[in-house]
């Protein structure tokens, strides 16, 4: 049996009864399994964490079920609860990467843009200080000539 699988039969046990002993509840459903203690500890914090359960005790052996857990075991339970996050996750990753390429288009057409404009300034840049160079040179070269005929 799936982890999924006996986190959902554990959700539905705490729904079933109002407190849960977590640890005994394992114990009795799965006796053939050596480390139901470890995997019953990742399931009920597992719970917890996705706030569909609630520790009632201090030693976190006892639990008791959320409204929100008891909107999803009315809808299905923990196993539908799981489906129904992996499509939020797929539509939100499927939104974002559409976001992306549209970004990426509307972002590709103005670095065209820009980029025929800061090509053109340096056309225009580069033939301006040439020009200035060529100007330079030459009055350094009858400033020598000067200098050298006195």
Aim: aromatic share 12%; net charge negative; with cysteine.
């Amino acid at each position: 049996m799936l982890q999924e699988e006996k986190t959902d039969r554990l959700l539905s046990a705490i729904y079933k009864k109002s407190n849960l002993n977590v640890y005994d509840f394992c114990a009795e459903e799965w006796k053939n399994d050596n480390e139901i203690a470890v995997d019953c500890k990742a399931m009920a914090d597992e719970l917890v964490d996705e706030k569909l359960t609630r520790y009632t005790d201090e030693e976190k052996t006892e639990m008791s079920i959320t409204n929100y857990g008891r909107y999803w075991i009315a809808q299905g339970g923990y196993l539908i609860y799981l489906k129904e996050g992996e499509k939020k996750i797929k539509s939100k990753r499927d939104k974002h990467h559409e976001d992306w390429e549209k970004h990426n288009e509307e972002l590709s057409e103005e670095l065209k843009e820009a980029r025929l404009k800061f090509t053109h300034y340096r056309i225009v840049t580069y033939w301006w200080s040439f020009i200035l160079t060529i100007i330079s040179f030459l009055l350094s070269m009858l400033n020598l000539y000067l200098i050298l005929k006195k």
